[in-house]
């Protein structure tokens, strides 16, 4: 398509949608009408591509998980369609700022943060490798909360991020399957055969709403399969003279439309809320029975199954696909037990995203048995065989069978069931796979050493470089040419060039142009100033106890006070940028926010602190808003507890973008280091084997260090004399979770090496040329965190797909 052809079709398309002239349309309407363009042009490839995985045959993997986090499409999609210069000029020429037009599209934010973003991840990727896989999830009405600032508290408000239309998906009503809630299960024996009644169920209907999942440059679309639920009115018998079904009805409509409803803000935090477990199975069995339906097109025989399908489970979330696989085969398809085992276990593999303890998913028995009653008796058939085997088979762990058993104490451990009914589980960075294996599911190991494997995440580098960061993008195309787009580990070419001074000068130039567009935004947004010369640090992710963002606000605690005792003292002038979303009933992480918000109000509007300090919370961090922040970074906080952060994205990401890391020796910084050396990142704290002695020995005295240590006591006795936040505001909380509670996260502990680590970041980011040396060294390593390498790992490894 030629800029002259956009530009008609744009006319025509304004004309016939909107019935509007060029002069009169907004930008919302401009975002739609492009849009049109470019989902007419994707549906074109769409249809090509789902025709030729229809003729061919080929094996489909499905990536079953409760979120997303796709954020906007609307640029992703026109770099991948090659169309984004044409519309850029166009739309100039048209007099629209492309900019604005694009930030038209609401975040998709179905997703609380790392594992719903690698969920977009991968679709991009797989998708640009031309391999036939999809994702499977829910279309909540209402993604992520946002937050809202107010006081310096966080406020959560509805995303009703549906509020337009959503331009990327289509209705298939036609494609809708029912799923059906609790009731009452007879199991009849009839000719040797098992019979299976279920009675009484309340019936859901699904209904998918496809988003097509554009590859880069070579014509491939997947899909992203969303299901939203219905009530089913004929499904109703209004009989009563007395009027009440009505009534009922509704009810039962209310309940119904609550199962899509909106996407649990817990991350890393599981609460057995019936309706999540409702949210679980609706995923499941409709995804499932979706999945059969297009089996059965083409095959009657069951045993095909695990070579025409993948089913991959995002955590323990769509954990129920195990026991749903099970029902289907045997009670619908008619399989006997042992063939429905061996096909669900060929066919299903299971990614581990956490080892915290408190964000392990077991459900109570009642619920499940209520809730899903043949469901439930699969678990326990499950269980019983589990247990059974270990007993006999492995009689070294006999004494080992409760800790390992599906149910014990009244609940359903889905980690264990995910485990025994898969036939791969991965962790996501080296270090996170090694845990699991020696510690966390250390006896599973021992059953099921050939099942365990690592897969690195990855993040997409086409939206994390070339679409967020054009200017950087351009600049690697003209030194090492455009093959790192297609060949990310082609990055690595820019190795040579880490001591040429023309290029050293021209990347810091791209980033302070990046930190200007970004010191815009912030002083038109909040009114604040900040340099673009002073060293940007970051820290933006979910807010954690273990992700520390407190140690790093400890540490800006200490420079400020350092400011204050001496108004003279000399250091790089620094802008501390945080962005993190609590979980609404997560306290702790909420008083840190404000902790945060008032330390920046203090700081900000300090004449003492002059230019050399500035503190930004910035509101409602999101995709679109990462994207804004990423590119401008010259710090990366990565500093979280050793072995509590299984890999990280965010490093990566920010690494990629030419931000040096300042990071413990957890997750996948440990990978990073292991690529651009230790000169090139700065490490500190305990590593993760000393926080295991610690926690095993018990001898942790998170007193004794603040006792020791007078910048820290300095700085954490202000939280409680009120002698620098107002007096009605105490932070007695945090104080005590730290000195009372022994200080779970070794905060305290790692503040000495901290410190002594940013003086390290301060004195290198003096030396211009040093600096820049090493924020291309990491830029040419971060080709193997493309998700690229880790979706050809999964297909090759795991999946068994191949490219078409
Ligand atoms: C049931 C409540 C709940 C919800 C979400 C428990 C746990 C989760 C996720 C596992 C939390 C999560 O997003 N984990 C992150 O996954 C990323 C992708 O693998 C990793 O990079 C992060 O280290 C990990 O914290």
């Known amino acids: 398509m030629s800029r002259?052809?956009?530009?008609?079709?744009?006319?025509?398309?304004?004309?016939?949608?909107?019935?509007?002239?060029?002069e009169e349309a907004t930008n919302k309407e401009a975002y739609q009408t492009v849009s049109l363009i470019l989902r007419d042009m994707i549906l074109r490839n769409w249809q090509k591509t789902q025709n030729k995985q229809r003729e061919k045959d080929e094996k489909q993997m499905y990536y079953f998980s409760m979120e997303f986090l796709l954020g906007r499409l609307i640029e992703s999609n026109l770099i991948n369609t090659g169309l984004e210069k044409i519309c850029v000029e166009a739309l100039i020429e048209l007099g629209f700022k492309p900019e604005e037009v694009f930030s038209e599209e609401l975040d998709a934010g179905l997703g609380n943060g790392g594992l719903g973003r690698l969920a977009a991840c991968f679709l991009d990727s797989l998708a640009s490798l031309n391999l036939p896989g999809h994702g499977m999830g829910i279309r909540y009405k209402y993604g992520l909360f946002q937050q809202k600032m107010v006081n310096g508290y966080q406020v959560e408000l509805p995303d009703y991020w549906l509020k337009d239309d959503y331009m990327w998906e289509t209705k298939r009503s036609e494609k809708a399957i029912e799923v059906h809630f609790a009731g009452n299960v007879q199991l009849q024996s009839a000719d040797g055969h098992l019979q299976v009644e279920h009675?009484?169920?309340?019936?859901?209907?699904?209904?998918?709403?496809d988003v097509p999942i554009v590859g880069y440059d070579n014509q491939f679309v997947n899909s992203l399969r969303l299901w939203s639920a219905e009530s089913m009115p004929n499904s109703f018998h209004f009989h009563?003279?007395?009027?009440?079904?009505?009534?009922?009805?509704?009810?039962?409509?209310?309940?119904?439309?609550?199962?899509?409803?909106?996407?649990?803000?817990?991350?890393?935090?599981?609460?057995?809320?019936?309706?999540?477990?409702?949210?679980?199975?609706?995923?499941?069995?409709?995804?499932?029975?979706?999945?059969?339906?297009?089996?059965?097109?083409?095959?009657?025989?069951?045993?095909?199954?695990?070579?025409?399908?993948?089913?991959?489970?995002?955590?323990?979330?769509?954990?129920?696909?195990?026991?749903?696989?099970?029902?289907?085969?045997?009670?619908?398809?008619?399989?006997?037990?042992d063939d429905a085992w061996d096909i669900t276990i060929q066919t299903v593999a299971y990614t581990n995203h956490t080892t915290l303890v408190e964000a392990l998913e077991k459900w109570p028995v009642h619920m499940v048995?209520?809730?899903?009653?043949?469901?439930?008796?699969?678990?326990?058939?499950?269980?019983?065989?589990?247990?059974?085997?270990?007993?006999?088979?492995h009689p070294a762990l006999r004494n080992e069978i409760a800790n390992m058993a599906i149910i014990s104490y009244e609940q359903i451990h889905m980690a264990h069931l995910a485990i025994v009914g898969s036939h791969s589980i991965n962790g996501v960075a080296k270090l996170h796979t090694e845990i699991i294996k020696k510690r966390e599911m250390k006896n599973f190991y021992r059953v099921f050493p050939e099942r365990f494997n690592n897969k690195t995440n990855g993040i997409t580098h086409r939206r994390w470089l070339l679409n967020v960061n054009p200017s950087l993008a351009q600049l690697i195309s003209n030194t090492i040419g455009d093959g790192w787009i297609k060949e990310p580990r082609k990055l690595i070419h820019l190795i040579k060039y880490t001591d040429d001074s023309s290029l050293q000068d021209e990347i810091s130039s791209v980033k302070l142009k990046n930190k200007q567009k970004l010191a815009k935004y912030i002083r038109d947004e909040y009114q604040i100033t900040?340099?673009?010369?002073?060293?940007?640090?970051?820290?933006?992710k979910r807010l954690h106890g273990y992700k520390r963002q407190l140690l790093n606000l400890f540490h800006i605690l200490h420079l400020y006070q350092l400011c204050?005792?001496?108004?003279?003292?000399?250091f790089t002038p620094r802008t501390f940028i945080f962005g993190a979303k609590a979980a609404p009933g997560y306290h702790?992480?909420?008083?840190?926010?404000?902790?945060?918000?008032?330390?920046?109000?203090?700081?900000?509007?300090?004449p003492f602190v002059k230019d050399k300090l500035k503190l930004i919370f910035l509101e409602n961090y999101n995709v679109s808003l990462a994207e804004k922040i990423i590119p401008a970074a010259d710090i990366s906080e990565q500093i979280s507890t050793a072995s509590k952060e299984a890999s990280g994205t965010g490093n990566m990401k920010l690494m990629m973008n030419g931000a040096l890391t300042i990071g413990t020796l957890d997750g996948a910084n440990i990978e990073i280091r292991d690529m651009v050396g230790p000169k090139n990142i700065f490490t500190f704290g305990l590593n993760s084997k000393e926080v295991f002695e610690y926690q095993q020995n018990g001898d942790y005295r998170a007193r004794d260090v603040y006792n020791s240590d007078q910048r820290l006591s300095a700085v954490m006795d202000t939280l409680v004399n009120q002698s620098f936040f107002q007096d009605d505001v105490e932070f007695k909380n945090i104080y005590y979770s730290l000195l009372y509670n022994n200080d779970e996260y070794f905060v305290l502990k790692d503040f000495d090496s901290y410190v002594e680590a940013h003086q390290h970041v301060e004195q290198t980011y003096r030396n211009e040329s040093s600096w820049n040396k090493k924020s291309i060294t990491n830029i040419?390593?971060?080709?193997?965190?493309?998700?690229?390498?880790?979706?050809?790992?999964?297909?090759n490894e795991i999946w068994n797909i191949h490219p078409m």
């Not at 900040?530 to 933006?540: Q, T």
């Open 4 to 22: 002259e052809e956009f530009i008609s079709s744009f006319q025509d398309k304004l004309t016939t949608s909107f019935g509007k002239s060029m």
């Open 199 to 209: 009675t009484d169920y309340e019936r859901v209907l699904a209904i998918p709403y």
């Open 240 to 337: 009563s003279q007395k009027g009440t079904d009505y009534y009922h009805y509704l009810d039962y409509k209310r309940s119904v439309e609550q199962i899509s409803e909106f996407l649990y803000p817990d991350d890393s935090y599981y609460e057995g809320k019936l309706l999540r477990l409702k949210q679980q199975y609706f995923l499941v069995s409709a995804g499932l029975q979706s999945i059969i339906r297009r089996f059965k097109k083409k095959h009657n025989d069951f045993l095909l199954f695990p070579q025409k399908i993948a089913i991959q489970i995002n955590d323990t979330h769509p954990s129920l696909v195990i026991p749903e696989l099970m029902r289907l085969l045997m009670d619908i398809e008619k399989l006997s037990w």
């Open 369 to 393: 048995k209520s809730l899903l009653p043949r469901i439930y008796m699969i678990i326990e058939e499950i269980n019983e065989r589990f247990c059974q085997s270990i007993y006999f088979e």
């Open 530 to 540: 900040i340099d673009p010369n002073s060293l940007f640090d970051v820290h933006i």
């Open 564 to 570: 204050k005792e001496n108004p003279n003292v000399q």
């Open 588 to 606: 702790f992480a909420k008083q840190v926010i404000k902790l945060i918000t008032a330390a920046a109000d203090k700081i900000n509007h300090d």
């Open 780 to 795: 040419a390593h971060s080709g193997k965190f493309s998700s690229d390498r880790t979706i050809s790992e999964y297909a």
